[in-house]
């Protein structure tokens, strides 16, 4: 079996493409484009990889959870910890490698949106490492549980801005952020934070976190001799996911699982899982997954976690899943916080709660495998961000 | 024939451009957008475009967002917006362009969408958010002739590539005259007549300029480049602005008159 995809057009199959105003093609080609040239530029790859070395903390460790593995009682669990970057999560691989792009486009002004506040953080840090002005959108509602975040990119000289609109979350932040690149596409670059939206994105997003699955690749041949039988990761866009998952595509013998949020349960307005459901459609540039009404208008979410609340999942998500090369579940809110805690308290590890859905499903999984089986679970980000919102519902619950 | 076809067919025998106006159907409410639609067609518009309203507006700036929001919140659904186009159609032969997104479309089905819309009586099409490179690419997205595919031409388009857009507009190009989303502006962007020059040169399908125009002086310089002038936001605000009000219609035809009167003085 050979992948390759996207196709020169951004299609994964039937799914992605570039389905953007016209005032936006230009640069998203000329994205493009430069993108090609950088990838066989062996300067940008060195510069790329110097500062992920020594800027953001690579290569992260694949730690076996042997307190973990003892308490389910079965399968033998590794944690990719992608927590353990600069800036706490992985979103930086994608910022890093963007802005470097940015800057061979002769851009000087950098937009993001932002979720759980981790891409925007990561952004921001970017933009003071290089010099460049930077503006975050992110949802009033997201601002509010993710405030810690907040305080972090203003510190570092990003200006947010709240976006009132809709639901108030990542999905109108990423409106607002397509809004300001159409009016100012000239000089500003959009570092989208997902692997989302329109070509090229989701191929850029991809490439620049498949370092994760490289590693990780290389990690567990070098510890165990030989290939998981399991990966797992949490999908919001499916940018932590597809960086794990990429480079173990071809081998047959890897199975992958990534795990959407069921919020309070798969009914209308109440979860992100787009593939429980979702049906197909186009959002902000793709056809994807997404959830949305009779209407085609695009349906309210809920999820605990700020970075998985968000109506579309990315179209390489969507080809994996008609393929049935990768299997998509999905954790509840209240799972998720199990996850979360488990973690802590075993492994001394307070993992984000985005990550937490995919421990969740990690607790499912791991007892029913044999104990010499092996899972590796991506553990994208810490969750230092989330202990105020995990206190409201965790020590509610414990009094 | 066309509608759109034959009116500025018959506008360029006399020698005379398009007024187009847009507004968001159903906002503030069904009814009264009815009577909207009557009161563009009163003060003389040649085209109208009606938005179907989408949850999220991405090419869109803060009047028309609030305006699909509040059409929305009264219960507006795409096909509200043809029985709309229908009762609007037994009382009057103006040339009628449903303007909207991609999603709400896809999710009715793009083939039943262009049967049920030209059966409604709606004359073009505009998806802002459909590139025609997406159109061979995608089998589903297969384009019927019942309605004319207009397409937009940005001033960040690349020369080499004006000739795709131009080649597959029809009834007419709409070239939007500054990047940004839509928005009434106090200024006119630079540069449209040479940018009407070129798309000209690729195409026999007349030429519109939207995005940002407000008042009958630009309406009118507007006017001398193009064959069409198209005005929105600046229409959506009045309606905007007198929602509350039972006689927003005629508000509508006294901000619209002078537009028109200033695109025909020309
Ligand atoms: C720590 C962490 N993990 C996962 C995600 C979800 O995004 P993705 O699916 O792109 O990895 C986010 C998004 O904010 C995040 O902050």
């Known amino acids: ?399 | 024939m066309n509608r759109i076809d034959a009116t500025f067919d018959s506008l360029r025998a006399i020698g005379k451009r398009a007024f187009v106006a847009y507004v968001s159907g159903g906002d503030p409410d069904q009814d009264r957008s009815l009577e909207i639609l009557r009161a563009l067609d009163q003060a003389g518009a040649d085209v109208i475009e009606l938005g179907v309203p989408f949850s999220d507006p991405l090419a869109d700036g803060i009047v028309n967002q609030l305006a699909a929001q509040r059409a929305l919140e009264a219960g507006a659904t795409l096909p509200r917006m043809l029985d709309l186009v229908r009762r609007f159609r037994a009382e009057s032969e103006k040339a009628l362009v449903l303007f909207t997104y991609l999603n709400p479309v896809y999710t009715y089905g793009f083939e039943r969408f262009h049967a049920d819309a030209a059966a409604a009586g709606a004359d073009g099409v505009l998806l802002l958010d459909l590139p025609p490179d997406e159109i061979p690419r995608n089998a589903e997205l297969e384009e019927r002739p019942s309605l004319r595919h207009i397409r937009l031409i940005a001033p960040t388009t690349p020369k080499e590539r004006i000739p795709l857009l131009a080649g597959a507009s029809e009834g007419f190009v709409y070239y939007v005259s500054r990047a940004g989303v839509t928005g009434a502006q106090t200024t006119l962007a630079e540069g449209i007549a040479e940018n009407v020059a070129e798309i000209r040169r690729h195409t026999q399908v007349p030429v519109a300029v939207g995005f940002g125009i407000s008042t009958p002086e630009q309406a009118a310089e507007v006017a001398r480049a193009a064959d069409g002038v198209v005005v929105g936001s600046a229409i959506v605000n009045i309606i905007a602005e007198n929602a509350g009000a039972a006689d927003v219609a005629e508000r509508v035809l006294s901000f619209v008159k002078p537009l028109v009167d200033a695109v025909k003085s020309v």
């Open chain 1, 1 to 399: 079996m050979s992948y390759a995809f996207p196709d020169a057009g951004g299609h994964f199959g039937p799914y992605g493409g570039m389905f953007v105003p016209e005032t936006l093609m230009a640069a998203l080609t000329e994205l493009a484009d430069e993108y090609a040239r950088a990838k066989a530029d062996p300067v940008f790859q060195a510069e790329l990889d110097g500062l992920l070395r020594d800027y953001v903390g690579r290569p992260t460790p694949l730690y076996f959870a042997e307190g973990w593995t003892q308490k389910l009682g079965g399968a033998r669990i590794y944690l990719k910890r992608e927590d353990l970057l600069h800036t706490g999560a992985h979103k930086i691989n994608n910022a890093l490698g963007q802005i470097l792009l940015a800057k061979r486009l002769g851009k000087t002004r950098i937009i993001a949106e932002t979720g759980a506040g981790q891409h925007g953080v990561a952004t921001a840090t970017v933009a003071a490492r290089f010099g460049m002005e930077c503006v975050i959108y992110m949802g009033a509602v997201d601002m509010e549980r993710q405030y810690l975040n907040v305080v972090r990119m203003r510190l570092l000289g990003a200006e947010v801005r709240p976006v009132h609109a809709g639901q108030a979350t990542l999905k109108e932040a990423v409106n607002e952020a397509m809004r300001d690149w159409v009016t100012n596409v000239q000089g500003t670059h959009y570092i989208l934070g997902s692997a989302l939206g329109s070509h090229p994105f989701p191929m850029i997003v991809r490439d620049f976190h498949r370092v994760i699955g490289v590693e990780a690749r290389r990690q567990i041949l070098d510890r165990e001799g030989r290939l998981p039988d399991v990966l797992v990761a949490c999908v919001g866009g499916g940018s932590n996911s597809i960086g794990l998952f990429h480079p173990f595509l071809e081998d047959p013998s890897v199975r992958m699982v990534g795990v959407e949020a069921g919020g309070h349960g798969i009914l209308p307005g109440e979860h992100a899982a787009r593939f429980q459901g979702g049906r197909l459609g186009v959002l902000q540039g793709t056809k994807t997954w997404l959830l949305a009404n009779d209407d085609g208008q695009i349906e309210l979410t809920h999820s605990v976690s700020a970075g998985l609340d968000y109506a579309a999942i990315g179209p390489e998500h969507a080809w994996l899943h008609d393929q049935g090369r990768v299997v998509y579940r999905y954790a509840t809110d209240a799972e998720a916080l199990q996850g979360f805690r488990e973690l802590s308290a075993v492994e001394g590890i307070i993992p984000a709660l985005e990550s937490s859905h995919a421990l969740a499903e990690v607790r499912k999984l791991a007892p029913g495998m044999a104990k010499d089986e092996i899972i590796i679970v991506n553990l994208s980000g810490r969750g230092d961000k989330d202990v105020a919102q995990a206190a409201k519902f965790l020590l509610g619950e414990d009094s």
